[in-house]
């Protein structure tokens, strides 16, 4: 019996493994579906402040009229440490050019108006009770960090009439310092009033009144514009000496507040929760600026309401395609020298699977991990530092408007910003786009299996050279000559919608220099790029004409094309195209019908094809809006009567291997058959 089960099971094995090799000849691979479902945690709250045309009366007294301040957007927070914790109310609003705070609070320490006032008027060294509003001028969560990254404050003290603009800057104890520059209309101004309530405590209310922007281009005032966030805290100090120390003024600070001005433009897509769209921001150090000092375009997109996290490379954080999948989009910053090849290796999936990478590189080696990372796309960046052949502009360079190509989401209205970028200074190094036979591959190609488009998205021109000796100083025979241009910037686009923008440092937007206005619009345009909140290529009236066909016969097609809000995309391109096992076969460009918005054309199917039926799609691209393509559509091939019948040479060779494998199979069974004991 253990025989005859024995050959049974030779024999059906030896069928199977014909029917399965036979069966290659049909099989449709498909990929597997990647779950996008989404699990999101949601960011601290943003609170909108909506424009109020009636401002209040800055008297200190926030009753002073009736709905004086009905509209503000309230919010709270608190200082102090344990039971003692005190906490206060903060009214704001705006109007277009100011901003007014009432604060208010209870509180058994306030000096009384009436106290000896000591000698001095110093306000790092004068005992007394004071207040000091802190706008976090470069998202950096820090209190004046250094000069360079000066946070704006605004000085209330009830014993001098109105307010005082001053700035802190870090680099001494007492490094509150009042702000003295005259160039533009800072007009802070403040009142304040105390009263005593049942419990003999006083309650303190203060109002204040602050430019938006004051155009101040010397000193360190706030410029906040429409639709922009703001971060504020406050210290106060009671009845104390008002020294700005780290080491004494934890129990006098709150906790940072983000308001977002009201957004009064117009823009085309949008985001109803943005808590719901989900970015990681992976920093390392560069090769000018430690981890710390890059967080702030976190602390920036977080101030917007999105769903950041931030992760650091210092604490051992490992990127993986399953931390990456559920990402709306994944910033990489700094050099990253620690990146190793699973992490590159499910990057590179991440962005073919339709994901939006942003990477801001470092000049460090010529074994940069980053690099390693954007070969696989195209490019890479120089290892070195781009300088000018001109000495007087030497490693500075800046960055005109006309130096940026004329992209959509650099030029048009957008969502987050729609402030205009005039001119970014750079340092850092360039873009290299790797050559094929001296040939760049640049433009539409296949990049990661995929249709694509690479392109520079900023090029300056002029005399540039990389600096490999590293003396600032052009020597022909060992740095290398750009000649008459450099690229700042890449930028790729995938047909299955992933995205990849790649600055060559990322120093561009370090605490330091996301301050200068022109650099923080410049990465607020390309992050609601690449999170594809506008801009984007849609279709209407998608028609096939025919489900059912013959062999060789026109597959024809139509399409209504449309960009934001309905308008005309110049330029667009828009092709037929059929599939077979998920590979384009051949495409057709469609023809415009002359409105720019309408397109129609036919293809006639690849004679190479053997199912019975194909897949057909209409795909659509613009340089800047990125990829769209139609949902598919089957269309069946019926065989042409009366026509001889087409071998396929390797299906033939593969059904005979597989009918002399099922008879060797048989005769080895026959030759070997064990006669069964009596």
Request: hydrophobic share 40%; no cysteine.
């Amino acid at each position: 019996m253990r025989t005859h089960n024995l050959r049974k099971l030779m024999v059906v094995s030896i069928y199977i493994l014909s029917l399965v090799t036979a069966s290659f000849v049909g099989i449709s691979f498909t990929t597997a579906t990647i779950d996008e479902n989404r699990n999101p945690t949601y960011s601290p709250l943003v609170d909108i402040l909506l424009y109020n045309n009636t401002p209040p009366i800055i008297d200190g007294d926030l009753e002073s009229y009736a709905g004086e301040w009905e509209n503000a957007t309230i919010q709270e927070n608190s200082f102090g440490v344990g039971p003692s914790r005190i906490t206060i109310t903060i009214r704001v609003q705006t109007n277009v050019t100011h901003l007014f705070m009432g604060i208010s609070y209870v509180s058994s320490i306030f000096v009384p108006i009436n106290a000896t006032i000591p000698v001095g008027d110093s306000y790092n060294n004068e005992s007394h009770t004071w207040y000091a509003i802190i706008f976090d001028n470069n998202f950096d969560e820090r209190i004046g960090y250094s000069n360079d990254a000066a946070d704006d404050v605004a000085l209330i003290n009830y014993r001098q009439e109105g307010a005082q603009d001053a700035y802190i800057n870090g680099t001494a104890t007492n490094s509150l310092v009042l702000d003295l520059n005259m160039t533009g209309q800072e007009n802070t101004v403040s009142a304040l009033t105390t009263e005593l309530d049942d419990f003999n405590d006083y309650i303190v209310s203060y109002e204040v009144v602050k430019e938006l922007d004051s155009q101040d281009t010397i000193g360190k005032d706030i410029s906040v514009k429409e639709g922009e966030p703001l971060r504020y805290m406050f210290i106060i100090h009671q009845n104390d000496t008002a020294l700005y120390n780290h080491t004494i003024i934890n129990n006098k600070i709150t906790a940072w507040n983000t308001i977002r001005l009201e957004t009064v433009h117009d823009y085309f897509s949008y985001v109803d929760d943005p808590s719901e769209i989900n970015i990681l921001v992976y920093i390392s150090d560069s090769s000018s600026t430690v981890e710390r000092n890059l967080t702030n375009i976190a602390t920036l997109i977080r101030a917007y309401g999105f769903n950041e996290s931030v992760k650091k490379a210092s604490e051992g954080f490992v990127i993986t395609y399953d931390r990456m999948k559920d990402m709306d989009l994944v910033i990489l910053v700094g050099s990253h020298i620690d990146l190793t090849k699973d992490e590159i290796d499910d990057t590179r999936y991440y962005v073919a699977s339709g994901g939006s990478l942003y990477i801001l590189g470092d000049t460090t080696n010529h074994d940069s991990k980053i690099n390693d990372l954007l070969s696989n796309f195209g490019f890479q960046t120089y290892n070195d530092t781009l300088y000018s052949k001109d000495i007087g502009i030497n490693s500075t360079i800046e960055i005109d408007v006309n130096a940026i190509i004329n992209l959509p989401y650099f030029t048009e209205t957008n969502i987050l910003t729609n402030q205009s970028i005039n001119t970014i200074e750079y340092q850092g190094s360039a873009i290299i786009f790797d050559d094929d036979n001296g040939t760049l591959i640049l433009g539409e190609g296949y990049y990661q299996f995929q249709e694509g488009d690479l392109y520079a998205s900023i090029n300056k021109s002029g005399e540039f050279y990389i600096d490999q000796v590293k003396d600032g100083v052009f020597n022909s025979s060992e740095d290398i000559s750009l000649n008459s241009s450099a690229s700042i910037q890449a930028a790729l686009e995938l047909q299955r919608g992933g995205k990849l923008l790649a600055f060559a440092s990322a120093d561009i937007f370090n605490s330091t220099n996301i301050l200068k206005a022109d650099n923080k619009y410049l990465f607020l345009r390309q992050i609601q790029w690449l999170l594809n909140l506008q801009h984007q290529i849609s279709y209407d009236n998608f028609v096939v004409d025919d489900l059912t066909i013959f062999e060789g016969d026109n597959i024809t097609a139509s399409i209504t094309v449309r960009g934001d809000e309905n308008s005309t995309i110049a330029d667009v391109q828009v092709w037929i195209v059929v599939l077979e096992l998920k590979v384009d076969t051949n495409k057709s460009l469609l023809i415009n019908s002359g409105d720019g918005i309408n397109f129609n054309g036919r293809i006639v199917p690849d004679s190479s094809i053997k199912t019975q039926f194909i897949d057909v799609s209409i795909r659509m691209h613009k340089r800047g809006y990125g990829y769209n393509e139609t949902n598919l559509v089957e269309v069946f091939m019926e065989p042409v009567l009366n026509t001889s019948i087409r071998i396929d040479i390797i299906a033939l060779i593969i059904f005979i291997t597989s009918i002399g494998l099922a008879v060797i199979g048989g005769l080895a069974i026959k030759r070997f058959k064990i006669i069964k004991e009596e």
